[in-house]
């Protein structure tokens, strides 16, 4: 039998409403509806999500963990800005985290697991085949199939506090890799470089599929502001 809502909770699978204002204002700031540095002010938000100042507030406070907005004093919130130093120090801790998961899944992984990658890589292949401009449109099924190729290559790991920092580590680097992706031309570039990660991972040649992860992460580094600031991170 259903109940009602009790100590802010939702009738809907015990989703709590400040874990809905989380999944909503993460959303819209990763689809840019709030840009870097934009004010998040409570009283604001909570009209236009229709969700209470409290589990509104309490939402907030879960995105600064996860380094998407900034707690501003006593005044409120801000959506986290956007720098080179940043996108450094998420690219290089990335690096860290991605390496050891993925290590530890060239490791243990069994046939489901490479099935899994080689599942995922299809999907974002036939995606990227029948619209190339999916790519460069910041298009939701697009970035849905690039993040669960990305993460298929490390679920084998057994690790799932790894797991949750990298799919944390991922969206902090998505606004970036936003405007990395819209100067983006040829699809054949992007198709090739995801495919020959496949290979040498399900190869199990551990120090070149982590050498080559490492490349890769550093391409929105690269491509957003030059080779000085790549250069630095791995």
């Known amino acids: 039998m259903k109940t009602g809502p009790r100590n802010g909770t939702t009738a809907q699978g015990g989703d709590t409403l400040s874990e809905r204002a989380a999944a909503s204002v ?26 209470g100042a409290t589990p509104l507030r309490e939402g907030l406070s879960r995105l600064v963990s996860r380094g998407l907005i900034q707690a501003v004093g006593q005044r409120g919130f801000r959506v986290a800005p956007v720098s080179r130093d940043d996108l450094e120090d998420i690219t290089r801790v990335r690096c860290i985290v991605e390496a050891e998961a993925l290590r530890r899944s060239i490791a243990t992984g069994d046939d489901e697991w490479e099935a899994g990658v080689l599942a995922c890589l299809h999907r974002l292949r036939r995606m990227v085949e029948r619209d190339p401009r999916s790519m460069r449109e910041d298009a939701p099924e697009f970035d849905r199939l690039h993040k669960e190729f990305h993460r ?15 799919d944390e580590l991922y969206d902090q680097a998505y606004r970036y890799r936003r405007a990395m992706m819209r100067r983006f031309e040829n699809a054949d570039w992007f198709i090739d470089e995801h495919q020959q990660l496949a290979d040498i991972i399900l190869a199990r040649k551990a120090d070149e599929a982590v050498a080559m992860l490492m490349k890769h992460l550093g391409h929105t580094l690269h491509v957003v502001y030059g080779d000085e600031g790549a250069d630095r991170t791995i």
């Open 152 to 166: 298929s290559i490390l679920t084998a790991c057994q690790s799932e506090r790894l797991l949750r920092l990298q």
């Open 26 to 51: 993460e959303r819209d700031i990763l689809a840019g509806v709030w840009l870097p540095g934009a004010r998040l002010g409570i009283h604001a938000l909570s009209a236009h999500y229709g969700i």
